[in-house]
């Protein structure tokens, strides 16, 4: 199935050695940057711009999207798209994840290596979690999450919309919310609940301030 990843920065490098490990057939990068369109990274020329999701269907044959960009909406706005648009937008799992059969993932959910899912937690659509991190039971990441390296992700929580947790945040079980679209800082250890758009850090986390 020939396929494209959106963003030709690092961490679309990092995507097109695993996929390719994988035997995804990928023909090329779109990425908005102008300044990359016609450049070849990796061995995979960058095709243009992700407008170009209008037309490689037919153009080039493509049938699946990827999208390892780190802004949770950005890589939300570029999957979901595609997927309005008929492609299929398929999840990522490295094959040295532990995920439970009992496990609930959504559609392009990216898993790096190492991570540990355990039973009934509930990965939402556009999830992308680091390498080496644990997520507890009955545990909802839901739609845009993303987890960096080494988190650990207490049990029975809900981690909303576009939260972003930083390198080896923990959050503790018996946290019950982890509020839309806030950010958890690296090494931060949440012991209470997290209210939307709130940044929060250190030990045990405390509010910086909030998004506006």
Known sequence: MKSVIIGAGT???V???YLSEAGVDVIGFLDDNS????KIVRGIPVLGGSDMLHTLRHSHGVEAVYCPIG??????????????LGYDT???IHPSALISHDA?????????????VLPYA?????VMVAQRTSISHHTTLHTGVFLSAGCNIGASLHVEEYAYCGMAATIMTGVKRIGKDSLIGAGAVVIRDVADKAVVAGVPAKILKYKE
């Open 15 to 17: 995507y097109l050695s």
């Open 104 to 116: 609930t993932l959504g559609r392009g959910v990216y898993i790096f290596p190492q991570t540990i």
């Open 122 to 126: 509930n990965i939402g659509d556009y």
């Open 35 to 38: 300044e990359l369109h016609g």
């Open 90 to 92: 398929p999840n990522y």
């Open 11 to 13: 961490y679309g490098e």
């Open 71 to 84: 802004n949770n909406r950005v890589r939300v706005h570029m999957l979901s798209t595609a997927h309005v």
